[in-house]
């Protein structure tokens, strides 16, 4: 592959995929200011390796960048990082219309520690298999499903008072 | 509230931050990205990077990726000596070049078990697959504990699979999902879904599994596939596999002095642009890759990166190695060759190697004198200082 075709390679893929990697920033980040800078800078750096990076990888390593660049802007900025910046955006659907009187659980979810907030995130916004989420940070199964665990009872105990909400059913991938 | 309350929640919040596509902004931030490489606000963004843990290295950015690979069509024929003392060429006695099978076997391979120590599975040998109307099976990722080749299908670029060699013990079948039973080359295997894709897993070996895996079959709905095509296409990428252990995993540089506490944890053979060969090591505290059987090989695992590229000529020298012009700083150590090449020592952590010894093991390596050549090059297993 040439420079040119590589440079069109990366600049589809990321636009086919540019949607879910800028949620990911602003879930973990709850801001969409940090969140580009998080995937600006996820993106700069997958470049630069692109013809390194094994195919059908290319999405799992943006992710890991952008968590990753994420914990550097938790280090750089540890003590401001319980400002959550702009508001999380309220969703028309309808099952949106069950949370809209009570307290959200996103400022909760931004203040899981790091690991545990990139599981929460991976898991429930990505919809990754355990075994996905522990190769893209790095990591073993059985330690993402502590951390999701963790970060669970953390979510739990933080709102204690919350009214069960209707079960939508959660739709599972089907394999066959 | 109960797990299945919140996590019900959550979903629902966390689909609520989503971000619609923005074709302006994403274009934009594609731009930035590509224009970056080639310009010095990357060293800075890379910086930060590399210290938190992305695995990357500013060597590799600044230079640009495809300028590094940019290898001669035509090697030089001469000897290279990075030392200033005379250096050891490299032996072509395991010559030729690699070996491809010839005939796929049909009842398998009858004595396909590696030897798992001396030399360890990632130097020992590598597996090799038989050419795959439709599909291109490049790029081999060796470590210690599984060796993984790069197929891709043609005509969909990133959009493909892999074939994963597990050194014996290293993957539990137990770990596998059920499935339906199989054959590959007449060892016992199964189909079933791993890490929510199709994939096919054989017994290669006693107590050794290889794991095939992809796209294939992929419907436009994501997550969901066409498991019948899939088994089909994974069927015949397995059945192209050799694990008959014949064929080296070469290398076109020996080193002949590592420090103490330094040691080879992955290998890359790979091809660049014009199928040019192109091979990396990687050195490091021996535990990458391997604390978890089921871990992935990866470029960042490791704190030391030797390859030998066509010379990018993107840092002016700032020292003499081996009487050899050379570029310095705390991510690596690049010596130009006289054959236009360079040898290179990146670190994928700024500093983790000090220059002396960079320097050290520079000037103890010797390279191939064809690097194009594959039956110049040694393998791996010799490779190493002994």
């Known amino acids: 592959m040439n420079e040119a075709e590589a440079r069109q390679e990366f600049a589809d893929f990321v636009r086919v995929h540019w949607s879910s990697l800028m949620s990911i920033g602003v879930a973990v980040s709850g801001s969409r200011q940090e969140a580009e800078d998080l995937v600006q800078t996820a993106l700069t750096s997958t470049y630069a390796r692109w013809q390194t990076i094994r195919p059908g990888e290319a999405l799992a390593y943006l992710r890991r960048s952008i968590l990753n660049a994420h914990i550097t802007s938790w280090r750089r900025h540890r003590g401001a990082e319980l400002t959550v910046g702009e508001p999380v955006r309220q969703s028309t659907h309808d099952t949106m219309a069950t949370v809209d009187d009570r307290l959200s659980l996103m400022p909760s979810v931004q203040a899981l520690p790091r690991r545990q907030r990139a599981v929460v995130v991976l898991r429930y916004l990505c919809d990754l298999s355990d075994d996905e989420i522990a190769s893209t940070l790095g990591t073993t199964t059985s330690t993402v499903r502590s951390q999701a665990v963790r970060g669970l009872a953390t979510l739990r105990s933080t709102h204690p008072g919350r009214e069960a909400a209707p079960h939508p059913t959660v739709s599972s991938r089907r394999t066959s | ?386």
């Open chain 2, 1 to 386: 509230m109960n797990d299945c309350d919140i996590i019900t929640e959550l979903r629902s919040e966390l689909r609520a931050t989503l971000v619609p596509y923005d074709p302006a902004r994403a274009n934009e931030m594609i731009g930035r990205a590509l224009g970056a490489v080639d310009n010095a606000e990357l060293h800075d963004i890379q910086a930060a990077a590399v210290q938190t843990g992305i695995q990357s290295t500013n060597h590799e950015v600044r230079r640009n990726w495809f300028s590094r690979y940019a290898l001669p069509a035509v090697a030089a024929a001469s000897v290279i000596a990075v030392a200033a003392v005379s250096a050891v060429v490299v032996s072509s006695s395991h010559g030729g070049p690699t070996r491809r099978p010839a005939v796929a076997s049909a009842a398998g391979p009858a004595h396909a078990a590696p030897t798992p120590a001396q030399p360890p599975f990632g130097l020992a040998w590598r597996f090799s697959v038989h050419p795959v109307a439709g599909y291109d099976i490049k790029r081999l990722e060796i470590t210690n504990v599984a060796q993984s080749a790069d197929v891709t299908a043609h005509g969909q670029p990133k959009s493909s699979g892999a074939i994963t060699l597990y050194a014996p013990g290293a993957l539990n079948p137990a770990e596998q999902p059920s499935g339906t039973p199989i054959t590959v080359q007449g060892r016992t295997g199964v189909f079933g879904m791993l890490g929510g894709k199709p994939a096919l897993a054989w017994q290669y070996a006693n107590d050794a599994w290889a794991v095939v895996t992809g796209d294939w079959g992929a419907e436009p709905d994501p997550g969901h596939y066409d498991l019948a095509a899939a088994r089909a296409a994974q069927q015949i990428i397995a059945d192209a596999v050799d694990t008959s252990a014949s064929e080296p995993f070469l290398i076109d540089f020996r080193l002949g002095w590592l420090p103490a506490g330094l040691v080879y944890e992955q290998g890359v053979d790979a091809f660049g642009p014009n199928d040019t060969p192109l091979v990396m090591l990687g050195f490091g505290d021996g535990k990458s890759g391997t604390e978890q059987p089921k871990d992935k090989p990866t470029y960042g695992g490791s704190t030391l990166t030797i390859t030998r590229q066509a010379a990018s000529h993107q840092n002016p020298p700032n020292m003499t190695v081996g009487g050899r012009p050379a570029f310095y700083d705390d991510l690596g150590l690049t010596v130009n060759l006289a054959d236009g090449t360079d040898l290179y020592l990146g670190l994928t952590d700024r500093g983790a190697v000090s220059k002396d010894v960079l320097v050290k093991i520079a000037t103890n390596a010797s390279v191939a004198p064809k690097p194009a050549d594959r039956s110049t090059w040694v393998p791996a297993s010799a490779s190493m200082p002994r």
